[in-house]
Structures are given as structure tokens and as C-alpha cells.
């Protein structure tokens, strides 16, 4: 059988041959016995025309062009079987036109999907021992497409786990409950990472750390490898011996979820951090000489001019050594999106499902959009007081990966 996997173009990054589609070579990986194509529209790859099987991943922002090339697909070669998956679907039960609309993860149920065609939509089984499945089909030729240098190095990403035990309700919150693999199974996944030539690895779970002695495990495993990395961690999930075993291990970098610096608006949003917990993070993994992020969003549910100078004092306090200020935006399935009337926000939902590209928030470097109002600021408000906060704090930013990673 011919398949061919499409990675849609992602229009909305500012660099988006950065990191390969994981989901996607999950899948390729589980497909490896058909004759596969893997194609990645950024990297300016074409879709052929005689596949018997076309198998789309889709995030929302990619909705539109999925839905112009199954329709395209369907006119040109209306004999082939079209499948969507990814978050999206799983998100919203939407098949863009497609076949078949999968949804949730690909492991146990993708093959009989492709062996009988299987129509309409399918809910793909939970995978439960994650170790029982293949790692992601890491084609150098395919990985090729990609770059990325975290301190210098090459790097590639890779996941340990799936899911997150939280609801944040500005989360898409896909592949629930949480599952872990064995920090063997971790291990063999980065030392082929290794042999590929990379030197470097960012583990994409939601939350690295989100077990103790796990991770005690996998720092002493991934510490007989030699290579950097980078995860991401919560305030309230990490302590000073646990970033002792990560900084032996080579870790160089933590990122933390802050959100906002408003103990109220996180517990708005269902996000039981404590402020005060994430700043004693970031102080400790900046002391232990590791690179911090934290991650903010505008926007988020009652953000008012007082939340705004919350988070500006976050700032002066934790000293990370970046951050991101990104924008809110609601997406389907989000609990926001799917009972805004339970929050202090405002926002078109009609628009949102109808022209999920409005969903990009960052169109070119510093150019960000917003589609949200709250009961204190307006949508400029919002915008303009993103890109003050931004500027204000520009100047301390180190700035090490513009200088370092290139
Ligand atoms: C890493 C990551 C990124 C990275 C890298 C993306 C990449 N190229 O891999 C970066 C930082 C670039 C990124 C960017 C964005 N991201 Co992101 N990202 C993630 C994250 C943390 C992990 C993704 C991952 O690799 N998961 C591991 C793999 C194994 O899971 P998976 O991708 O879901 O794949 C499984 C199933 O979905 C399914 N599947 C996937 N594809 C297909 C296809 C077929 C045919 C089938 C049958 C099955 C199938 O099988 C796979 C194996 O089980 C997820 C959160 C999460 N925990 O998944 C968010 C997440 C996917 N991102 C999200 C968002 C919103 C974005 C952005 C839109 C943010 C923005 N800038 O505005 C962009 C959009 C990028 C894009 N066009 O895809 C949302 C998606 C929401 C949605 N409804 O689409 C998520 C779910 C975060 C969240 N919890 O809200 N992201
Ligand atoms: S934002 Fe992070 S912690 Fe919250 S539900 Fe989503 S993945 Fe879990």
C-alpha cells in the first residue's frame, strides 16, 4: 500500500523546519511496513499524485489549508482513502472533508484503520504500556529538512511521557490521562538520537518533572549519553535535588509555564500554582547555573491593569533568563472556549470556527494579533500593554539564544 503522511504547512512560526513532527513519525513508525512517504510542506516537499492512502496531522491553525488540499486530493485521486489525526480532530471531531477523522493517539488502532479503510470517525484505543510501541520514525534524510541549535548544538526534540494530570482551562489538555514511559526505554530513544548525530535534545513533555524518582532514574541513565537538553517543569514540581540530577545529566535549560503573575487569574484558569513556587524555581535553577524561561500569556481570563503589574513585578522577582509573552488565544476544547460564559472574557466564537487562521497570534516577528476583551482591558489594551511589558524588560533580557544559538 502507498501513504503518503502530510505535515501542513505552519505559516505561524516564525521558524518552522525547527523541530520535526513528532506525532507524525509516531505514526510512520507504526506504518513502517507500507511504502511510505513522509512530506513536509514547509520544507517544500510535494504531495504525489498516486497514493493510495493520504494521512493528514492537523493542529487548528493548519484547518484551512487541510481542508483546501482533501478537497484538492479528492478531485485529483477520488479513488485514495483520506485520513486526519492529530490535535484538532481530537479536539473537535471535525474530518476537514476527509474519510476518516481520527481521534486521540495512533499506536494500538491505526493499522486496522488503513487494513479496512475504516470510515467516518474512529476513536484510536489508548496506548497503555507506551513502551510496548515503536519510537518515531527518525529518517535521517527526513530529519535533514529540520535544524535547530540549542546552545550551540544540533537538536532535536523527543517525548517521555503523554498527557498531563492537570485542566487548565485554557489547555487543549490531548492524549490524556498521563502515561509514562521506562527511563529505559527514555534511554535507548536518546542514545538513537545520539547515533543520528545530534548532541542535544529538547523533551517536549508537558511537565519533565512530573515524578521524582522517574526522573532521578532517567538523569542517571541520559548522564551516560553526554548530551544537553532542555524540559519543561511547573513552579510547584521541582526541587533543589532534583535540579542537582538534571544539571549532572546535562541539562541546560528549564521552562516554566508561569502564565500570569496573578494568583488570582490562575486560579480563574484552574492553574493551582502558587506564584510564589514558581518564583522559588526559577531563582533555584538560575542558581544552580541552568538557563530559565518562563512562559506568560496575555490575555488569559480578568487580565487587568493590576494582573499586567503583577506579572511586571513576576519578573523584577524570578529574573528568569528569557521569557515568552505570548497572546491568549481560545481554542476549541479548551474549556474557555467551550464555556467562556464561566470566565471574565470575551472573544468570537463563530469567527474562531470559522477562520481558525485567526488563531495565529504571532504573524511575523513582533507582529501579534488579539481576539480577546475582558471586563478591564479592550483587545488594544491588551496588545499594547504585551508589547510595553516586552520592551520594558528587552533591555535586561540576556538575551543568550540569539547570540549563542545560531
Ligand atoms: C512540541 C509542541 C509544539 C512544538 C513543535 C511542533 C512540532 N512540529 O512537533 C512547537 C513549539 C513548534 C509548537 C507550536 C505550536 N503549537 Co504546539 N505543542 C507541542 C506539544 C507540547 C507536543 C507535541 C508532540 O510532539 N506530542 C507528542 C506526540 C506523540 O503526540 P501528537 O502530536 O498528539 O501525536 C499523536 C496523536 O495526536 C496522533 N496523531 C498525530 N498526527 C496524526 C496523524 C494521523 C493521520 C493519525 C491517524 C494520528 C495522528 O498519533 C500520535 C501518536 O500517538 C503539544 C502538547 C502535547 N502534549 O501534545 C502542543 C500542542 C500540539 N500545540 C498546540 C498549539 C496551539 C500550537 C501552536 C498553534 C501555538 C502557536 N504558535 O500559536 C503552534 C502550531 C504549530 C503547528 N503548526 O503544529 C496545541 C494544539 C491545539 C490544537 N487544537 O491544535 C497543543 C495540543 C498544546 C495544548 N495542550 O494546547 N508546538
Ligand atoms: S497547561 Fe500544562 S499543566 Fe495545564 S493542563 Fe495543559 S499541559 Fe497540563
Redo the contacts with the bound molecule.
Sequence with gaps: MRIC?ISPP?P??IEPL???????L??AALLDEHDLTICSIDAGDQIPKDSDIY???C????VPWVKGEILRIKKTNPNSFI??????P??TKQSLGADCC?I????VS?ND?VKEQQRGIVF?EK?EKLDNFPFPKRDADFLSKYYHYLAGKRTT?M?TS??CPFNCAY?????KPVRFRSPLSVYKEARQIKELGYDSIVF?D?IFTLRNQRLKKMCDLISQLDIQWKCLSRGDLVDKEMVDWMVKAGCIEVSFGVESGSQKMLENVNRHVKTADSIKAIRMCNDAGLRTRAFFIIGLPGESWESIEETRRFLLKAQPTTFNLSMF?P????DIFEHKERYDIEFDKSLILEHPEE????RKFDEYTCLVRTSAMTSEEILKTRKQLSEEFEEEERYWERKDDK
Excluded at 493542529?59 to 493548519?62: L, P
Excluded at 489547555?171 to 492524549?175: E, F, L, M
Design positions: 503522511l505552519s505561524e512560526l525547527s523541530f520535526p513532527p513528532l506525532g507524525l509516531y505514526v494521512a493528514f496531522t493542529a487548528t491553525t493548519q485520513i486526519v489525526g492529530g490535535p484538532h481530537t479536539m481520527f486521540g493517539e495512533a499506536e491505526i484503520v484510536g496506548p526534540s517525548v503523554r498527557g489547555c487543549c489538555g490531548v492524549n517536549y508537558d488565544m481554542y476549541p476544547g479548551s488563531l495565529w497570534y504571532q
